[in-house]
């Protein structure tokens, strides 16, 4: 989005890919031009909408009376730009990154779906920390276009998304973080679809479960207070879905049913969910074992496929199936193995 | 009939009786379908890529695995598990379990009982040095 102020000083907004799959975060890259045509101090802008904020967001689709949390995190590296507005320095670049202290924003009339006008207000310097730094790289996706005759017509890039993490440091000298003038440009990002596909995970009923399901979970605790919760996913014959919680031992790693679950497994379960209280490139190791995923990654681990694989023998329903909720995704399994998963994003809950 | 029914009870005992001896001699351990699964699961998950090429097993097969009874194998194998306090399992009701793929070795333990969670799974190398130690 390209937006152009009355001194002429033009200023362009991409939508960044939200690795993390979050409904409540994401991220603009700006890219100022100064009157030669020069790109100067990139940043990025991070929308952290706050717990309340969300489901308001999810209904409307729009930031009106956003509440939440801004970042403006400045890029130190060189990203150079063209007048079209394309990031030049390609895939894979490293680009140091400082976090400004926290800002007020208002939004302006024209900030709703799909992007528009955003004033923005002298941030107010609050709660500074010096030593809060993140590093991030930049990622585009880009395409070079010739004309027949093989003249150079440029480069677009389709798809920029940035990945930060905190690193330790001071914040870069200087004034990056002074207030910003005139507008800039907010792409929101599309609303994620509430239908999967998955007549399971469509359900309201069972989306509700799984949401209570996720937030009996404490995952905003430390790792080692978290503990994995599940449930039975029952279909009656009028076909409807209902859920059913356990309470089985569990811990931030695991569950243990008892010896005689089987006999308390509803009739009708067709499937059994549970949460890993993570969230993606979490590291696990102090709590699952220093074996364990210095990273976390989505999916379902190896007794959980086995104790699927036992309920689908036992009660001789092969199309039983597991589903494994973290902070990010929902994968399906099946008794057919690591081959036939299938991974969601979450939805609404 | 008598006579039939004993010779067959004699070839059971006989039989039972060379497979325990063979177990001792070889320090084999057991081999199930549920370890053979470890091993697949370890092969195939795509989350575990990440183990996979850190040890060079991203390129093993499934069709590779075997059960390993080579009686100098397991006397190796045996002697690393107690050489190393990581490859042992102090919880009650573990079943120790050698299975090989390629030039790789697998030393892990499970549990019959069902639960959800992680398990513990190493990777040997064929000198039987510890290439990783994880949990899957």
């Known amino acids: 989005m390209q937006l152009v102020d009355s001194s002429g000083r033009e200023t362009y907004t991409f939508a960044i890919e939200d690795e993390d799959g979050s409904v409540a975060t994401f991220y603009n890259l700006i890219l100022q031009l100064n009157a030669d045509q020069q790109a100067y101090q990139p940043f990025l802008l991070k929308y952290e909408m706050d717990e309340a904020f969300v489901p308001i967001y999810l209904s409307t689709g729009t930031l009106e009376n956003f509440s939440g949390r801004l970042t403006k995190i400045v890029l130190n590296g060189n990203l150079g730009v063209d007048r079209r507005g394309t990031a030049s320095n390609g895939a894979g670049l490293d680009v140091d990154g400082t976090v400004c202290p926290g800002g007020s924003v208002s939004f302006g009339s024209g900030g709703g779906s799909g992007g528009g006008g955003w004033s923005t207000d002298p941030p107010d310097i609050a709660d500074p920390d010096p030593n809060t730094q993140v590093k991030c790289t930049v990622y585009a996706d880009v395409t070079d276009w010739y004309q027949a005759d093989g003249t150079y017509m440029g480069r677009d890039y389709h798809s920029i998304w940035v990945e930060c993490e905190d690193v330790e440091g001071s914040s870069a000298d200087g004034d990056p973080c002074a207030p910003l003038n005139g507008e800039i440009g907010i792409i929101i990002p599309e609303k994620k679809p509430c239908k999967t596909g998955d007549e399971i995970l469509d359900n309201e009923n069972i989306q509700k479960a799984l949401d209570d399901l996720w937030k009996d979970s404490d995952t905003e605790k430390p790792l080692n207070e978290r503990r994995e919760n599940g449930g039975w996913i029952i279909k009656n014959d009028q076909g409807d879905l209902s859920f059913q919680q356990v309470d089985w031992p569990s811990d931030a790693c695991g569950m243990n049913p008892p010896t005689n679950f089987l006999e308390n497994m509803p009739s009708k379960a067709i499937g059994f969910v549970h949460t890993h209280p993570f969230f993606k490139k979490e590291d696990t190791r102090s709590v699952c074992g220093e074996g364990a995923k210095k990273k976390y990654k989505p999916g379902f681990s190896e007794y959980d496929y086995e104790f699927l694989v036992y309920v689908a023998k036992q009660t001789l329903n092969f199309a039983f199936k597991g589903y494994v909720i973290d902070g990010n995704k929902i994968t399906q399994y099946d008794f057919r193995g690591p081959d036939y998963q299938v991974q969601k994003n979450r939805c609404g809950y | ?136």
Do not use: W
């Open chain 2, 1 to 136: 009939m008598k006579n039939i029914l004993i010779a067959a009870l004699f070839i059971l005992t006989t039989s039972f009786a060379e497979s325990n001896i063979a177990n001792e001699y070889t320090n084999s351990t057991p081999s199930s379908d549920r370890a053979k699964r470890a091993v697949e699961f370890f092969l195939t998950t795509p989350d575990l890529e990440e183990f996979r090429i850190e040890t060079g097993t991203q390129n093993l097969l499934t069709t590779q695995i075997q059960h390993v009874t080579n009686a100098q194998v397991c006397s190796q194998l045996n002697a690393l598990v107690e050489a190393n306090p990581g490859l042992q399992s102090n919880k009650e009701g573990y079943t120790l379990y050698f299975y090989k793929a390629g030039d790789f070795y697998f030393i892990f333990h499970r549990i019959e009982k069902v639960r959800l969670g992680y398990s513990d799974f190493n990777v040997i190398s064929s000198d039987f040095k510890v290439l990783g130690m994880y949990m899957i």
